[in-house]
């Protein structure tokens, strides 16, 4: 008889529980897609971050200080301290690598050009193809790590073609002053020998390196006699914001209790793959570029706090509007339950017809929702970071416990408030 | 009584006699209208916001003097004028020199600044112990420190050297206090020599000549004769004798001298030697000292942990000269507008070239444009559905009436007249509504605003209108269609039903 | 001259034949009660008299106006300015008291008057209860209420559906005492009733069967 009951009002009151499902659909779409964008929106908002460059420098370890400070020209290097370009890869097999975005070395020297005059040459990767050990194929170098540069003629090295050995990329002041144009073929003389490269392309920096000429490493290396070195090497990682224990952990990670230590070591601090890097890579110190590991901390701590509460506040309408709109129904079919009363029906028969209906309602309609809120996270996650939104699992029990409690607690003042009514009342149009 | 004064006992009967029905569709208006005012609230001031953590990055401007010009804090300030000043984070000024430390044997670049300004523009830097604020106190570079074992408390004594090599005399460059030395010959070709120091303005401050050399009495007199010395005083370089036929020359006054009666070859002498002590003469080299104390340890994981950092006003006292070399400015706007002042800053002075660090406007216009249409997106969405809701509520609570229509019509109602009641009714609760979500929404804003930001929202004057007539077109308009549908059903069957 | 005709009015559902070819005619002033069991066609005549429903086939003359062709905002105007409705569910809007529920009617007819409808009131005598929700009155008080409100407007025909179906005798009473003082005022009473009794009241009762009239009495102890 319950189940005729309760299936003749789903039948009957098709209308009005559509009404009720439709907007429970809604809530809990909300509600999903929100808690999703929100749990990823710190990996989105991370990978967005890459684009301010490398947060991690990689140096040979006591050699950095004195070229830096002693104004000594790069090419009588008072230090003959390098990192090996083969140990870049190694890069990969750290802890976090996967983590790690992207990488590029670096090795500079001064060029003498024909007419007499220096130029800073800089080699690094451009879009080096590594094959790793672990059977991961990346491209890893520059095109990647200066998005702000802009190509103002010519294009980007492309590593992949042969011509790019002898290649050159010119920066815009250097090229003005020179008078180089795109194809030129100029030559260049290091410490070791002189070749010839030609210009492939034009970059616009709006920094020192517009007066600089970047070339692929081995030119580099082979001008000025430096085979498989290079001077540094920037990595740019996805980070978690430093916290206390990270700060403390910076100084001197093996002053950590082991358990702290452990922590540390498994989270993605840039402290902790600085540590890791050092471990992988000999000989090697890395240290975090404050200017953007710190910031990058601030505004993905920033982000999150923000969505998090546009997420609550979705999610406190969403409930309010679910419960409302319960509330608004039962109260609506007074005069049925008036006549339910009438024929003697107990008020926790009446009760639990009117939840199952409710719940059978907001079951349907939950189950619709979360994968409307899905879609929406997707929408989201396409139009804005053009990429998928991750699925996350813990999604479902948070939804799902939101939307029982929301409908429960829209129906029951309005159940209890119709329990009162007196059935007489009700069905004389008192009411 | 009027009609109209029943039209509105009517209402206000519906709403305060039915009051849990009319509560909830007001509750549902007012989430509504919550959720439309604190979200366009946020999206709205979200790229001011954002902007400002933005600044984290630090400057995305920078102020370079035009080559052969100077720049001084003073014409900086001057310059700044031309960008609003709520803008303005922070504008550091820096002026780079080497500084010898002579018992290390070492030399390393010293920046001078102004410490309050650093911290703003380059939130990022991390200086263990402090930054100083009592002049002759400096920062020192973490690898300096580790190289040098530096320690915060440490005392360092830095000096200032100029070689004093020749060929650097350039009337422009000449430093005021600097004793400038010129020679020239007089009568018979024998040498005369002068010395002469310049004001900060470039006119003459002292001078003396020695003209031992010339004919005592006659042409000697150019070196002790006070009237004839004392005419330099104040004039500027070049010199010319007031009764030499270049008449171009003897109309200016400010380069003009009267010779000494009678040896006016020893007097042209004695100007050549100073017009040659300008522009061929030698620099006397120039070694200042002063001792320093460590007051921090800075460390940025950029080349900055190889300098030493100190006050502009102390590096001034050590090199004597008060020139910027390179200002950093750190401004809260996009990259459009940032170029706009880069274009007013040259107008205003030519001799400044601004130039954006196009490493951070254009990550952040990336980044924050990404943020923004997240909010946006986020915000539509989350409206789209709210105000749905609130409609779906709307619909409930007037479905529930299709009996009172159904007897209104049967008592003669027309079905315009039946609208224009509902209307009413809806148009009251979604402006109430409106009224309560819209002060609630600045709320939330501002406890957005408070927490993730740290400052407070500016309130949008434009928004509380906009969520009033947002609401009351919502309520009406999700009203409307129950009402609709109610009066379009016979009386009769509504009055029969049930 | 008739205030009503109805000739050779049907009215068909489907394959229902509510009104059966009913012809019909009320005088002015008169006082007629409608009878038959459930299913006659009583609703189904009520409301074609009362322009909440037009007939299939046939005319209804209402003031020598053919209602049956007129558009439904035509009707409207005619309900509002020449019938005054009473229903067996009284039907007051809740949350309006007993004179506001009288004004409505007013309202929509041309002036609210809060006095007349005072007036009214006391007439059915509830000036006390004047300012009471109708959750607080009585069934016999909601419909006297109903009585006042239909004859607020002075209508020319009183239309009445089951009025005393609700109500215990007392009140019963009272609703035909006030029809009674209607009538002798001269206003039109039509009674769409299946209580004998109700229908003994007034002046001549039509019986309705399956659709069509089945015979017409006089009632020759009517006192008026």
Redesign the interface.
């Known amino acids: 008889m319950l189940f005729k009951m309760i299936r003749g009002v789903l039948y009957h009151q098709r209308a ?1 529980m559509l ?1 009720i499902a ?2 429970i659909v ?2 809990t ?2 509600a999903t ?2 808690l999703n ?1 929100m749990w990823d ?1 710190g990996d989105k ?1 991370n990978q ?2 890459k ?3 490398a947060n991690i ?1 990689v140096k040979p370890k006591d050699a ?2 004195l070229t ?4 000594v020209g790069e090419g009588e290097q008072l230090s003959e301290a390098y990192l090996n370009e083969e140990d870049l890869p190694k890069l990969k097999t750290i802890f976090w690598a996967f983590n790690i975005v992207d990488f590029t070395p670096f090795l500079e020297a001064d060029a003498s050009l024909p007419d007499g005059t220096d130029a800073k040459i800089v080699g690094t990767w451009f879009n080096h193809h590594l094959s790793l050990p672990t059977g991961e194929e990346l491209d890893a170098g520059i095109a990647g790590m200066r ?4 190509v103002t003629g010519g294009n980007w090295l492309d590593e992949s073609e042969p011509s790019a050995a002898s290649s050159v990329m010119v920066g815009t002041l250097l090229a003005e002053e020179k008078g180089w144009k795109i194809g030129d073929e100029i030559t260049l003389a290091g410490s070791a020998k002189e070749m010839t490269a030609t210009v492939a392309g034009i970059y ?4 020192d390196e517009d007066l600089e000429i970047y070339a692929p490493l081995d030119l580099v290396q082979a001008l000025t006699d430096r085979e498989g070195k290079v001077d540094r090497i920037e990595v740019s990682a996805l980070t978690t914001p430093d916290n206390e224990l990270a700060q403390r952990a910076a100084k001197n990670p093996s002053a950590l209790s082991s358990r702290d230590y452990e922590t540390w070591y498994c989270t993605a601090y840039v402290s902790a793959i600085c540590y890791q890097i050092q471990e992988a890579i000999p000989n090697a110190s890395a ?9 990058e901390g ?2 993905l701590d ?2 999150q ?3 998090l ?2 997420t609550a ?2 999610l ?3 409930a ?3 419960s ?2 319960v ?3 039962v ?2 079919r007074s ?1 049925e339950i008036g006549l339910l009363k009438a024929i003697g029906a107990r008020d926790r028969s009446i009760t639990f017809v009117i939840m199952v209906e409710i719940l059978v309602t907001a079951l349907i309609g939950g189950v619709a929702g979360y994968f409307l809120g899905f879609g ?1 996270a997707q ?2 996650g396409q ?3 053009g990429s998928a939104i991750e699925m996350k699992l813990k999604v479902i029990p948070i939804v799902a416990a939101l939307i029982t409690l929301v409908t429960l607690a829209g129906s029951l003042p309005a159940i209890r ?1 119709v329990l009162r009514l007196r059935p007489a009342e009700v069905l004389h149009g008192g009411q | ?3 109209r ?3 509105l ?2 209402i206000t ?2 709403l ?3 009051r ?2 009319m509560l ?2 007001l ?2 208006i007012a ?2 209208a ?2 439309l005012s ?2 366009v609230t ?1 999206y709205i001031d ?1 790229p001011r916001q ?1 902007g400002a ?2 600044r ?3 400057a995305n401007m920078i102020l370079l003097p035009k080559e052969g010009t100077h720049m001084t804090a003073e014409s900086l300030q001057e310059v700044l004028g031309v960008i609003p000043e709520a803008e303005i984070v922070g504008a550091s000024p820096y002026r780079y020199v ?1 500084l010898d430390m002579p018992s290390r044997q ?4 010293t920046a001078g600044t102004e410490f309050s300004q650093v911290q703003k523009t ?5 200086v263990e112990g402090a930054y100083p604020e009592k002049t002759r106190e400096v920062l020192v570079g973490k ?2 420190a ?2 040098l074992g530096i320690k915060t408390g440490s005392s360092i004594e830095l000096h200032y050297k100029t070689s004093g090599t020749a060929g650097q005399g350039q009337a422009a460059d000449a430093a005021a206090g600097e004793t400038l030395t010129g020679s020239a010959e007089g009568f018979n070709k024998v040498i005369v020599t002068a010395d002469l120091v310049l004001d900060e303005e470039g006119k003459i401050a002292s001078v003396s000549v020695d003209a031992a050399s010339q004919t005592p009495g006659i042409g000697s007199l150019v070196g002790t004769d006070r009237q004839f010395l004392d005419q330099f005083i104040g004039k500027k370089l070049p010199l010319s004798l007031s009764n030499t036929a270049s008449g171009e020359d003897a109309a200016d006054e400010d380069h003009v001298v009267d010779a000494v009666t009678g040896a006016t070859i020893s007097s042209q002498a004695a100007v050549d030697a100073m017009n040659n002590a300008v522009l061929s003469g030698e620099a006397a080299p120039v070694e200042r000292a002063e001792q320093f104390t460590v007051t921090g340890i800075l ?5 900055e ?2 300098y030493v950092y100190m006050s502009l006003p102390d590096l001034e006292k050590l090199t004597a000269d008060n020139a910027v070399d390179v200002a950093e400015l750190s401004v809260t706007a996009d990259a459009e507008v940032l170029e706009e002042y880069c274009r007013a800053v040259s107008e205003a002075n030519p001799d400044v070239t601004a ?9 952040e216009a ?2 924050l444009g ?2 923004q ?3 946006f ?2 915000t539509v ?2 409206l789209l ?2 105000m ?3 409609s ?2 709307m ?3 007037v ?2 009436r299709r ?2 229509i ?10 315009n ?1 039946i609208r224009k009641e509902f209307l009413g009714e809806g148009l009251f609760l979604g402006g109430l509504g409106g009224l309560i979500g819209a002060a609630l929404g600045f709320g ?1 804003a501002q ?2 605003s408070v ?3 740290g400052s407070s929202i500016s309130f949008q004057p434009l928004l509380l209108p906009v969520t009033v007539l947002v609401s009351m077109v919502i309520a009406a308009v999700s009203c409307q269609m129950p009402i609709k549908r109610a009066v379009a059903i ?3 069957i509504v ?2 039903g ?1 | 001259m008739a205030l009503l005709e109805l000739k050779n009015v049907s009215k068909i559902y489907g394959d229902l034949k509510a009104l059966n070819d009913v012809s019909i005619s009320v005088e002015k002033g008169e006082w007629v009660a409608i009878m038959g069991p459930s299913g006659s066609g009583k ?1 189904t005549m009520m ?1 074609i008299i ?1 322009c ?2 037009k007939p299939s086939v046939g005319e209804v003359l209402l003031d020598g106006v053919d209602i049956s062709k007129e558009p439904q ?1 035509v009707l ?2 005619i ?3 020449k019938i005054g ?1 009473i ?1 067996q ?1 009284f ?7 007993a004179v ?1 529920n009288v ?7 041309s ?4 006095a007349e409808a005072l007036e009214a009131l006391d007439r059915v005598g509830l000036k006390e209860r004047a300012k009471h ?1 109708p959750g607080q009155l009585s069934g016999g008080e909601q419909q006297r209420v109903c009585v006042a ?1 239909a004859l607020i407007n002075h209508p020319e025909l009183i239309l009445a559906d089951e009025p005393t179906g609700n109500l215990d005798e007392t009140n019963e009473n009272i609703v035909l005492d006030l029809f009674r003082q209607l009538h002798r005022e001269g206003t039109t009473l039509i009674v769409v009733t299946h209580d004998p009794e109700v229908a003994e009241a007034a002046q001549r009762t039509i019986v309705l069967e399956h659709g069509r009239v089945a015979r017409e009495i006089i009632n020759e102890n009517f006192e008026a």
């Open positions: 009005k009404l439709f907007t809604l809530g779409s909300l897609g929100m964008v929106v908002v967005e971050l684009t301010y460059g420098t950095s200080l830096d400070i002693y104004d998005s702000w540069w802009d616009d920096a709006g920094g240290a975090a570029v404050r200017q953007v590991a710190e910031s601030t505004i920033k982000t706090l923000l969505m509460l546009i506040l979705s406190i309408g969403a309010l509007g679910i409302n709109l509330t608004a129904s109260m609506e005069m929406f929408l989201i139009s804005v970071f408030m | 009584m009027t009609k004064r029943m039209f006992r009517m009967a519906s305060l006699r039915r849990s029905r909830i569709a509750l549902s989430v509504g919550t959720i604190g979200l946020i979200v954002m953590q933005f984290s990055y630090g080497r070492q030399s390393f670049i380059s939130p990022y830097f991390s690898e300096i580790e190289t460390s940025t994981g950029g080349e942990e190889g130039r954006l660090v196009k490493r951070v406007t254009r990550s990336s980044v990404k943020l249409a997240l909010v997106l986020v969405v989350v559905l709210t749905i809701c609130v779906t509520t619909l409930a609570v479905s529930e009996r009172e159904g007897l209104r019509k049967a008592l003669g109602a027309a079905d007249s939330f406890v957005v927490n993730v930001f016979d009386p009769a009055l029969k049930e | 609703s409301n009362g909440m429903d905002k409207t105007d309900r509002r300015e409705l229903f569910q039907h007051m809007v809740t949350y309006l008291t506001e004004m409505v009617s007013q309202y929509y007819h002036m609210p008057d809060e929700l409100r």
